[in-house]
């Protein structure tokens, strides 16, 4: 079932997180999509071997990915308990809460109480004593970040966490967040968010960068824009997409011409690289160390074992970066 773990460990790169003594893999699995209770529990599982045996050691989760809500982490609980569990020591586990999650006052956003019992619950569904890396999910414009900030503190000294992050927070609310939690010394070590060709918010406000410099990992998700970075919608929309499948995420109208147009190009460049415009994607992102893993997402093995592929082949020529910026700005 899975490689001997001389040559597991041969095919990834890993890299430090931020200042921290935990490294990760340049490429993660995040189990946003496809691990929910309408998908193939089979097909979940060779993902998952797929993933291990290439090297992933991180698995990325959140309390409601699913659907239904708590379904991954119900699903990647039991392939742990029943397929994994003795190689535990060395997958990295993470998981969130700050979204929306059962009825009521206490379902939601970044309270004590919340992240608290969410934490706990996602324990259960894992089948864990802890996780590696717990983060809140979200800004809370409402509850003090005092508050979020000593909650994610009171969970490491638990023992239900080793680190914690914080996902979706800017460069101002994450220098608030490291302030209060280096106060604290409590091992905040990264901050996971949206980065791709066609989303550049984290250069924008200056958090890549800043990130960097300071000691933080970044870990970005959404890095082939829902599927509009790879060779998907090159000829059209096809019944069986993410757009035709499910609307939540990546509408028809997110496919203009001007994008359409940028997608041709960036994949006439990807191919001068010998490589396919999802890999040149996540190569991008990579390609300057500032970030130090890109979650993928994955229907199938096959596009796992692709995307693996650009490791190793993550530099770009001026050249090459110049004609990419041309093509994005379309």
Same mark, same amino acid.
């Given at each position: ?11 990834m ?14 490429l ?18 060779d ?85 590696d ?54 091992p905040?070590? =990264?901050?996971?968010? &949206?980065?791709?060709?066609?989303e550049? #918010?984290?250069?924008?406000? /200056?958090?890549?960068? *800043?990130?960097? !410099? ?7 998700f ?57 890999q ?6 990579l ?8 979650? =993928?997402?994955?229907? &199938?093995?096959s596009?796992?074992?692709? #995307?693996?592929?650009?490791v /190793?082949?993550?530099q *770009?020529?001026? !050249?090459?970066l ?9």
């Open positions: 079932m899975y490689q001997a773990e001389e040559k597991r460990y041969d095919t790169q890993y890299n430090r997180c931020g200042a921290s003594g935990i490294k990760l893999p340049a993660s699995l995040g189990l946003w999509h496809n691990f929910g209770s309408v998908d193939n529990y089979e097909n979940m599982k993902m998952c071997f797929t993933a291990f045996d290439l090297g992933i050691t991180h698995f990325d989760l959140a309390n409601n990915y699913g659907p239904v809500y708590g379904a991954a982490e119900e699903n990647f609980g039991r392939i742990l308990k029943q397929e994994m569990h003795s190689y535990r020591d060395e997958l990295l586990i993470s998981t969130k809460a700050g979204y929306d999650m059962w009825p009521g006052p206490y379902g939601n956003w970044g309270s004590k109480k919340y992240l608290v019992s969410s934490l706990d619950q996602s324990l259960q569904r894992l089948g864990l004593d802890y996780v890396i717990f983060y809140h999910h979200r800004p809370d414009p409402e509850t003090p970040l005092e508050e979020t900030m000593l909650a994610l503190d009171s969970i490491v000294k638990s023992g239900k966490a080793l680190y914690v992050g914080i996902s979706n927070y800017n460069k101002e609310q994450t220098e608030a967040a490291m302030k209060i939690l280096r106060e604290l010394k409590t905040f070590i =990264i901050n996971q968010r &949206k980065y791709s060709l066609f550049r #918010n984290i250069e924008e406000d /200056g958090l890549k960068h *800043f990130a960097a !410099e300071n000691g933080v990992g970044i870990i970005a959404c890095p082939l824009a829902q599927g509009l970075l790879t060779n998907k919608y090159i000829n059209g929309i096809p019944e069986d997409s993410r757009i035709r499948r499910d609307g939540r995420f990546l509408k028809e109208s997110d496919l203009t011409e001007e994008r359409l147009v940028s997608i041709r190009e960036l994949n006439e460049i990807a191919a001068s690289r010998g490589q396919s415009l999802a040149m994607s996540l190569s991008w992102i390609k300057d160390h500032e970030v130090t893993s890109v979650l =993928i997402g994955a229907s &199938k093995a596009q796992i074992r692709e #995307n693996v592929k650009i /190793g082949h993550t *770009f020529s001026r !050249e090459e110049a004609m990419i910026e041309q093509a994005c700005r379309r």
